[in-house]
């Protein structure tokens, strides 16, 4: 049985995101939670755990770390924070600005759970299929 080292940010992060596309909102919570407090300055790990704020209606504690890390977060990480708020057009306009500025997170978006409250959304899907023609 493979175990879970602890300590692992990234681990947890994972698992966050896992609970967050299972709608485990307290689970989720936990995990970005600690994922953050294994990397304290990682604004990635803050969006993860505002995403899981909003996602879960606690939109204060959400709108909290939108303005603690808002001045100096990455464009995706902004995006995947406002996705919690399930906010299509705030949400395209950051993943648009990581898109033009090449962000090797945004490789994941056409298969993220976390962003497929976009569905059909036609910049969403030119986005995608820009990636997609670029990947292959």
Known sequence: MVRLDPSFESARSYLGEAYLAK????????????AASLSPGSLSSQ????AAYARSGDKKAALE????????AS??????LQA????PD?????LDKA???????IVNLPVHPHFAFLGKNAKFAAIVDDIKRKLH
């Open 47 to 50: 969006a993860e755990l505002g």
């Open 23 to 34: 709608d485990q909102f307290a689970e989720a919570i936990d995990e970005c939670r600690t």
């Open 65 to 72: 770390i939108l303005k603690e890390i808002g001045p100096n």
């Open 99 to 105: 898109h033009a500025e090449r962000n090797a997170r």
């Open 75 to 80: 464009a995706y990480d902004l995006a995947f």
């Open 90 to 94: 705030a949400t395209l306009v950051f």
């Open 84 to 87: 919690g708020f399930r906010d």
